[in-house]
């Protein structure tokens, strides 16, 4: 996978492929990541790309041109048809669906804002779709970018080391993650389940799928709220209710 980001802070977005996933799977050139500065497409001295808002109003406003030629750039080395994601307060919460749809597709333009936002006219002829990690205010898009560049990326077949960690993350079915024990098996009286050290694959799966429902239930009920739960799983969170009462 091939993913771009303009941003006027190459360095920060840079770091991201160092470490962790990313890092891996750039070594496996199983992506790769650029970054466009749009000031790299200005030629005044100051290298200017925001400017004043048209009717007055704080703060300034990236102009069209430099993002637009960035954007241009990062375009002519990927794939004809990428899309274009602004990372916006406006934009549709990202989310783990979003992430899987993302995933699949061969390459993808990230834009990062700055500022008071971009200008208006590069929705009308550059920007895909509009994107927001939640209801709060960043400085810019580039955490924002990182963000979704990592989820993205752990997604894509042969990264991680085990392909089965990420199926059962947090949100991969739309539930919470169930509970994660290692050694030693007591600590400070706290005992690991004892279902956790039976062997039994199929009472461990069901007894992860019941925490996993419940952690849904009592600390996101929202998610529960958006699945049409099968008998099983209906069962097995009344389970859950009548054990924890």
């Known amino acids: 996978m091939h993913i771009s980001v303009i941003s006027l802070f190459p360095e920060m ?9 990313v890092g891996r799977a750039q070594k496996r050139e199983l992506m790769t990541l650029e970054i466009e500065n749009p000031r790299d497409h200005v030629s005044d001295i ?6 004043r808002p048209y009717g007055g109003g704080p703060g300034m406003v990236m102009k069209y041109e430099p993002v637009a030629a960035a954007l241009k750039a990062a375009k002519d080395n990927l794939t004809i048809g990428c899309p274009v994601v602004y990372l916006s307060p406006k934009g ?9 749809r993302f995933a699949k597709m ?15 006219r590069l929705f009308e002829s550059h920007i895909d779709e509009e994107v ?10 580039e955490i924002a970018a990182m963000a979704v560049i990592d989820t993205i990326v752990r997604l894509l077949p042969g990264v991680l080391g085990d392909d089965e960690s990420a199926a059962q993350d947090s949100f991969m079915g739309g539930l919470l993650d169930f509970p994660h024990y290692t050694r030693p098996e007591e600590i400070d009286g ?6 956790l050290l039976s062997g039994d694959h199929a009472r461990i799966a069901k007894w992860r799928q019941k925490q996993a429902l ?3 239930y009592s600390k996101r009920p929202d998610l529960l709220e958006k699945l049409d739960l099968d008998d099983e799983q209906q069962t097995l969170l009344d389970e859950f209710l009548k054990e924890q009462s």
């Open 106 to 120: 061969p390459s993808l333009i990230l834009l990062a804002g700055r500022y008071e936002g971009i200008d208006e």
């Open 92 to 100: 549709r919460i990202f989310d783990q669906t979003m992430a899987k």
């Open 46 to 51: 100051h290298r200017t790309v925001d400017d």
């Open 132 to 141: 927001s990690l939640g209801d709060f205010v960043l400085s810019g898009g």
């Open 214 to 216: 419940g952690n849904s």
């Open 190 to 195: 706290c005992k690991v389940p004892e279902v």
């Open 13 to 21: 977005v840079f770091n991201i492929s160092k470490y962790g996933v």
